[in-house]
């Protein structure tokens, strides 16, 4: 089993939509968690931390289920600008850090 | 943006040549990463830096090496390059909540 999974995806939606990523992750040990958007051919940039009692940016939502070890992002009335690769991030931490990334989530956008 | 510069940009070499990529970092991170990037992996850790001469293996260390002889400079060596080592590469720095990336570089092994 993969550490850290995503939705295969791709997501294509219209501008508008409501779009969901999930993402399970199999150490039970993580101890922070992210989402990273990574544009075509670009470097990843954090989106946002994800806390466990759910954090809200905008029209982003991420929520942690550390029972299930799951991760999500909920994006809220799509914009073209938000197609890009979705990047579910585990730091499992300790003394030193290091990020699993998963494969990501190609979301397009349609006007 | 954190400062990390990537060079090569672009880069194709040919099989059983070395080859060394270099990040530069302006932030004064103690962390520091190198990842690649493959359409069917997605980014996955090769070597990373947890301070000067201080370095350890990430999941995908065969085939190369790195060094760290100041803060600001880390280096990947691929140490003779074959086709399954064409990919992009990116440098990450860290701190304790947030990961950096360098504009990446493109290798092409032919």
């Known amino acids: 089993r993969k550490e850290v999974e995503q939705d295969p995806g791709p997501f294509n939606v219209p501008e508008g939509a409501t779009v969901a990523f999930n993402c399970t992750y199999s150490?039970?040990?993580?101890?922070?968690f992210f989402w990273y958007r990574q544009d075509c051919r670009k470097e990843p940039k954090l989106l946002m931390s994800v806390y466990s009692s759910g954090n809200e940016d905008g029209r982003f939502t991420a929520q942690l289920n550390r029972a299930s070890q799951y991760i999500s992002l909920l994006i809220r009335d799509s914009k073209l600008s938000d197609s890009a690769t979705y990047l579910c991030?585990?730091?499992?931490?300790?003394?030193?850090?290091?990020?699993?990334f998963g494969k990501g989530t190609l979301l397009t956008v349609n006007p | 943006d954190a400062g990390i510069t990537q060079s090569p940009r672009h880069k194709v070499t040919e099989t059983g040549t070395p080859v060394t990529l270099r990040c530069h970092q302006t932030?004064?991170?103690?962390?520091m990463y190198w990842y690649r990037q493959d359409p069917e992996h997605g980014l996955r850790l090769i070597h990373y830096?947890?301070?000067?001469?201080?370095?350890d293996k990430g999941e995908v260390s065969d085939g190369y090496s790195v060094s760290r002889s100041k803060t600001e400079d880390f280096l990947l060596t691929l140490e003779s390059a074959t086709s399954s080592q064409t990919s992009v590469y990116f440098c990450?720095?860290?701190?304790?909540?947030?990961?950096?990336f360098g504009q990446g570089t493109r290798l092409t092994v032919v």
């Open positions: 991030v585990v730091n499992i931490g300790g003394s030193n850090y290091k990020l699993t």
């Open positions: 932030e004064n991170h103690r962390y």
């Open positions: 150490n039970s040990a993580s101890q922070s």
């Open positions: 830096s947890y301070g000067v001469k201080d370095t």
């Open positions: 990450a720095t860290m701190t304790g909540v947030e990961a950096f």
